[in-house]
């Protein structure tokens, strides 16, 4: 168990794929995601193994979810910058976690 004080230190903002990208580096298949957060946090970075159930084509222009303070993770020849979210659906492959509607980049999840 946690505490409230412990779950607010997780920074979980909204972001827009602005870029999305293949990354043949990457140990297992993943793509390369820029996502937009806003003038406060800006563009970051993020691998993701999502290339199951996203095409590249479909994926730019969708909000998503992300810890923004965790410190960057070298993979491979990149420094991810932000945990993108997701669950493991029946087959153990990422869906994306999404708000049900637009909202404006940057935004905290409270």
């Not at 990354?23 to 996502?35: N, Y």
């Not at 159930?53 to 994926?59: C, E, M, W």
């Amino acid at each position: 168990m946690i505490n409230w004080e412990d779950f607010e230190k997780v920074d979980i903002r909204v972001g827009t794929i602005v870029q999305a990208h293949e990354f043949p580096k990457a140990r297992k298949p993943a793509f390369i995601l820029m996502i937009d957060f806003g003038a406060e946090i800006g563009i970051k970075k993020s691998s993701a193994q999502i290339t199951i159930n996203y095409s590249l084509d479909a994926l730019v222009g969708k909000q998503v979810m992300a810890v923004v303070n965790f410190p960057p993770r070298q993979i491979g020849p990149i420094k991810s910058e932000v945990l993108t979210l997701g669950f493991e659906d029946e087959k153990g492959e990422i869906v994306l976690v999404q708000p049900q509607s637009k909202v404006p980049n940057g935004r905290k999840l409270l």
